[in-house]
């Protein structure tokens, strides 16, 4: 073999010794915008396939299904399997002629996950393979293969033919092309007797190919999969090729595989933005991957059934449709619209909740005392008692005896379109979460599906979960894939789902809240709103996904909780639940409770509850903020909507001098230096006995609390009484304090009032939080890690020289740390970048609680104005770091001109809810 360059694609070809193309790979991996692995092969293939020697109609089914019976399609490449290593993930398409598979001919394409780059392609495709199509007597023939005729076929007597052992699994047709030296690779004399065969392998004394099978010549050929269990070798699977026309055995081979399956790993809108369920196989078989079904039981007698530890598919409501079962070996492998499919992903996604749970900390037996396990689940029943057929687009989790645990789950189908090919609505993870983590947890502790004020959480639990990482175009459509539901999580107070409008104070009303759906909808929202602030509107995968498990963790905690007596008749009931809730340590994680209970109580507020005393309702306004809510200005108001730099508070500053002056001064190293802060109050009435803390720290990024501060020389000072209502800021200070690091130090204040303790009044002598979880969740707090640098090329070049700042890694695993630095335009464009020059530069890993010196330098560009930067919203520079992936904090260097005037800029700010505005105070 030899290898090529193609300098028009950038691409090195493997040619064999005949020339055919066999291996592509790229120097720099071909990225591509695909959502699936599935769909960037498609895409791969279609712009570099020639380079493979492969025609345009060979990939026009590309995820066309493997046809049972020969077609009059000719030589085409259909999907066959995916396959995950690390962060490799292979597309595997057998070669097909009549659309059956070609015998170990195919064509593989590797690509690398987070984000889908392609690495390269390889081919073992046959050239022009000639294959002649079998009367239809013989494919008759070949169909009705039994024991007796296998036997035959491989040469055994009629007493091996009796064996308990020898049993046929399975059986399909295929394309081999004959190879006289494989076939006894694994064969022996036929002399020899089996037990003798042990020391040389398994293999069986096959009689010779009948006269006319030609060397190198392509045959349709039966594989039939059995048992034939030998000693020692129990049980013990084989695949026999027989030739369709003469009944030869071409091919033997002993094998065993593992158990997958082909499922939908979330919706397809989620996954890729669509299809819809109302499209076919082929449209939607590109969106299933393959997964190992975790926790199934081994096989019984050859046979593997979709049975678990934790779940259990058996057959329950009409209409009866047995689910699938394999031979050992196989793979539950199915087209998308199919009750089979259907079954495959009813085990997984109801599986998925059970692993979930524990994964968040929870033991499923402990949490869940009334369910029995494995839980039982039909993959196509209905839920309509008039349509028992279960021709609706339904599903629902049935309590067991006594309603204090789950019974069962059931499905019918996510489309009726098309019933002699029909899709289950088990395919649909965001249903299955609906059904398990909002009625199946509510039968096991309040004793019923439903919460007295709403229909359950369930719409919660599976709008949070699947957002990460959502292609759906619609984020606030509840269920994207089944858009007949019409449920959403952006519903608006002004439109009367608050919690004081008509819905709220009407539950399960028919005419108003039939079944209670609209309550669910606005706990959906207000439970929405909740996550996007502590990260869900993250840019970043990681912390979302964070987001979504916390939000989650605090659901599930305050429903365990509960019991029939306590169930909640009220949505401030639940509200309440939630904060207690948040107290919780969360051990399994090992994060300090009380960090987000002022955002639960915001994100009620803002969906119409806590409104004052005496105003009529229903009405449609959104709440009131707390009696007294002191906070330190960060850009917010003193609200919750997510933002991801939490270290640039403007309302904190310092001074070389006790002068009171107004402007950031960069600290000066071993002398007393004078901090400020300045504190207003978004409550209804005047706060009163008012303190506020300050602290100080060398300057660093992934801080914890309170383990890296220590308290300024001035550590407390009262605050005069802060009027409502946001209408007048209060300077408090100054904070003497002697700042011992070189460049900056991070400055930490914290206020607190007599009704409003900031979250860290609660915490003992051994409890400790990371900055990234408590600043940007508790508006008594502002930090502060801004280090001014000039904006002329000579002083910005020196500043850099002697720049440096720590970095710690706040988790409590082992973690990846990395480093990003963004520019103000005006230097991006002239060339201006960040070098780091620690070890590591700008990735490494560290171990929890653990800290690096980062050391930067400027790389100087063009010349630029300084002028220049009074142009741009933010002229700022900023170093961001991450831990896995989590925005654990920062650094911002802001550019200043020569009259040493900080240039102005905005608080970096993401948004609400798109139906929800951002509230600033403007009085």
Known sequence: MFEEFDAHSQTRILRDDSGVARALSHDRYVRTDAPTAQLAAGDYLNRYGKLLGLQASELKQLFAPLAQDPTSDQIEFRLRSEKHQFDLVTMVFSQTCFGLPVWEAGLAVTMKENPLR???AQTTQHPDPKVKRPSPEALSRSKAIDLTGLARSLGLDAGSAREASFSIDHQRLMIYRYDGAERTHLSVPAAKRLPALQAAGPGLPLPPVHGSIREGEHYVVTAV???????GMEPLHWVALVEVETGSVLLLLPFADSVTGMVFMTDPVTLAGGPLPNAASLVLNPVRSSVTLAGLSPPVNGTQSLSGSNVILTEIEAPTIADPQISNGMSFDFDARSNDFAAVNAYHNCDRFYRLLEDLGFDPPSYLPGTTFPSPVDHRGHAD????????????????????????????LADLGDLNAPIGLACDLRVAMHELF??????????????????????????????????????????????????????????????????????????????????????????????????????????KQFA??????????????????????AAEYFADALRKADAADW????????????????????????????????????????????????????????????????????????????????????????AYVKVKNRGTQIAVNVTVRAFHCQPSAGLTY??????????????????????????????????????????????????????????????????????????NIGQRNVAPVSATRKLLVAGFDRMSFHVKNPLRKRARMTLTASLPLTLVKRDWRIAFANAGSDAFTLEPGNAREIKMRILPGKDFDPDDFHKEEEPVIRIEARADGILVGGMSYPLVTKAKKAVKTKPQLRGAPKSQKSSKSKR
């Not at 687009?393 to 645990?405: F, R």
């Not at 939000?551 to 909640?568: K, Q, W």
């Not at 860290?760 to 939080?769: C, G, L, P, V």
């Open 706 to 779: 309170p383990d890296d501060w220590q308290p300024m020389t001035t550590a407390q000072l009262p605050c005069a009484n802060v009027p409502p209502n946001s209408s007048a800021e209060i300077l408090v200070g100054p904070f003497e304090w002697v700042p011992s690091q070189i460049g900056h130090e991070c400055m930490f204040m914290v206020v607190s009032a007599l009704n409003d303790p900031s979250n860290i009044d609660n915490f003992t002598a051994t409890d400790s939080i990371a900055e990234w979880r408590l600043v940007p969740n508790d508006n």
């Open 118 to 120: 392609i690495v390269g």
């Open 548 to 569: 979504a498990r916390v939000v989650c963790y605090l659901m599930l905690t305050a429903i365990g909780g509960m019991d029939s007596a306590t169930n909640p008749p």
């Open 587 to 674: 051990l399994s994680e090992g994060l300090s409770g009380g960090a987000y209970g002022k955002v639960i109580r915001w994100g009620f507020e803002k969906q119409g509850m806590y409104q004052p005393n005496g105003v009529p309702k229903p009405n449609n306004n959104v709440g009131t903020p707390p009696d007294v809510d002191v906070y330190i200005e960060d850009g917010r108001g003193g609200e919750y909507q997510f933002q991801p730099n939490h270290w640039s508070c403007q309302a904190i500053w310092n001074r070389r001098l006790n002068d009171g002056g107004a402007a950031h001064e960069e600290p000066v190293v071993g002398v007393t230096n004078y």
């Open 438 to 543: 909002g009625h199946g947890v509510l039968f096991n502790h309040v004793g019923k599906a439903n919460f007295r004020f709403s229909h359950s959480a369930g719409d919660s639990f599976a709008t949070v979960l699947n957002d990460p990482g959502s292609q759906a175009q619609d984020r606030y459509l509840s269920f994207p894939w089944i858009t007949a539901a019409g449920r959403r999580h952006d519903r608006a107070v002004v439109a009367g789902f608050g919690w004081s409008g008509n819905i709220a104070l009407h539950p399960f009303d028919p005419t108003l809240d039939y079944k209670g759906y609209g309550n669910e909808q606005i706990l959906s929202t207000t439970m929405f709103r909740i996550y996007q602030s502590i990260g869900g509107d993250s840019t970043d995968i990681a912390m």
């Open 225 to 231: 999969y059995f048992r034939f269990d030998t000693s």
């Open 385 to 412: 008692p008039n349509d028992p057929q279960g021709i609706e687009i339904n599903a629902h989790c049935v309590g067991n005896a006594g309603g204090v645990g789950i019974g069962y789950t059931s499905f019918a």
